[in-house]
């Protein structure tokens, strides 16, 4: 089992930046795969980054490639998304994720985060 607690979200003005964080407690953080996802009112939820175990590979949605970057400490068993250039369509409820190795689709992560409220106002 892994616990994933996300933290950061908030009101932004567009063109702002904010940095999302996700604390992991439990099995070896290192062992996961790590992705955000997030999830807009009446949308369904949708990749935006994804990192591996050791952090050497990264990959991103088309979106938001450019203005976010994922990254991660093992030994601090943490996971960043810095979100620059924010725009109002980038406002959603942000969530964390763990899997064994990389994936895009959320339905085939194993343990997620309760989410975090980011909005960005035009």
């Known amino acids: 089992q892994v616990q994933l607690v996300e933290s950061g979200g908030g009101l932004v003005q567009a063109g702002g930046s904010l940095r999302l964080s996700c604390a992991a407690s439990?099995?070896?953080?290192?062992?996961?795969?790590m992705g955000w996802f997030r999830q807009a009112p009446g949308k369904e939820r949708e990749f935006v980054a994804a990192i591996s175990r050791n952090g050497g590979n990264t990959y991103y949605a088309d979106s938001v490639k450019g203005r976010f970057t994922i990254s991660r400490e093992n030994a601090k068993n943490t996971m960043a998304l810095q979100m620059n250039s924010l725009k109002p369509e980038d406002t959603a409820v942000y969530f964390c994720?763990?899997?064994?190795?990389?994936?895009?689709?959320?339905?085939?992560?194993?343990?997620w985060g309760q989410g975090t409220q980011v909005t960005v106002s035009s």
């Open positions: 994720a763990a899997r064994y190795t990389y994936d895009d689709r959320p339905t085939t992560y194993d343990y």
């Open positions: 439990g099995r070896t953080f290192s062992m996961y795969a």
